[in-house]
């Protein structure tokens, strides 16, 4: 599998925007680029996905590098329910599932 | 309610001792996957179930772990023997199990059993 690299952790304030970075150098055509979070004493949940355009729903917007090797989740106003740890996963579109394979993340700090 | 159930949500067991976890998808998911989370860690693959069957279960880590499905719905996560080492949370998800059109393919995960060997 292509790995991802988040920086360990970020810290913002609240109601500010916050930009989550992911690198993925050896990312194939086939990848797609999958964002998930987990809040504490929770199990992950989905945050969204994209192949090579930007993409956008009600809780994040993700930004695709032109070449891919890199994209960034970006939460536009954060809250304090925000704060969370969150990972950037690739799936290829050949995998027959969707088997997750989660690295360490970012864990997201917001100050009140 | 509609997500994944997990029963127990805390299980404290000795060391050698036999274990059993139960994961209750939602309803319709031909998907079911099985991970385990360490204090600090991410979420590590054990076992992933498409309808009854194992279609890969590279993530367990030695024969005393063992996952069922015998029904294509409920799964059962059973540990043998356990070991300090077994300490952890275990989450299951479960997702419709196939991509097409708008579907993401997202798992959907329960708020896993937190299992404790003395």
């Known amino acids: 599998d292509a790995k991802t690299t988040q920086p360990n952790s970020m810290e913002s304030n609240e109601e500010e925007p916050v930009h989550l970075p992911c690198n993925h150098s050896?990312?194939?055509?086939?990848?797609?680029i999958h964002w998930y979070r987990q809040l504490p004493s929770q199990g992950p949940e989905y945050v969204i996905h994209g192949l090579t355009s930007n993409v956008n729903n009600r809780m994040a917007s993700l930004a695709i590098a032109e070449d891919r090797k890199s994209s960034t989740l970006i939460l536009h106003r954060a809250t304090l329910r925000d704060a969370a740890v969150y990972y950037c996963?690739?799936?290829?579109?050949?995998?027959?599932?969707?088997?997750?394979?989660f690295g360490g993340g970012t864990r997201v700090l917001v100050k009140p | 309610g509609a997500g994944v159930s997990q029963t127990p949500s805390n299980k404290v067991t000795e060391k050698g001792k036999y274990v059993e976890l139960r994961c209750d998808p939602i309803s319709g998911h031909t998907a079911l996957y099985w991970y385990r989370q360490s204090l600090g860690q991410g979420p590590e693959f054990l076992i992933y179930f498409q309808g009854t069957g194992a279609a890969d279960d590279s993530g367990l880590p030695n024969d005393r772990f063992f996952a069922v499905r015998p029904e294509g719905s409920v799964s059962t996560l059973k540990i043998q023997r356990t070991e300090r080492g077994d300490s952890a949370v275990y989450l299951c998800?479960?997702?419709?199990?196939?991509?097409?059109?708008?579907?993401?393919?997202?798992?959907?995960f329960g708020e896993g059993s937190r299992l404790t060997v003395l």
């Open positions: 998800a479960s997702s419709l199990g196939v991509r097409t059109g708008r579907n993401t393919g997202e798992l959907f």
């Open positions: 050896t990312i194939s055509g086939t990848d797609y």
């Open positions: 996963i690739l799936i290829s579109v050949k995998a027959a599932g969707n088997k997750l394979t």
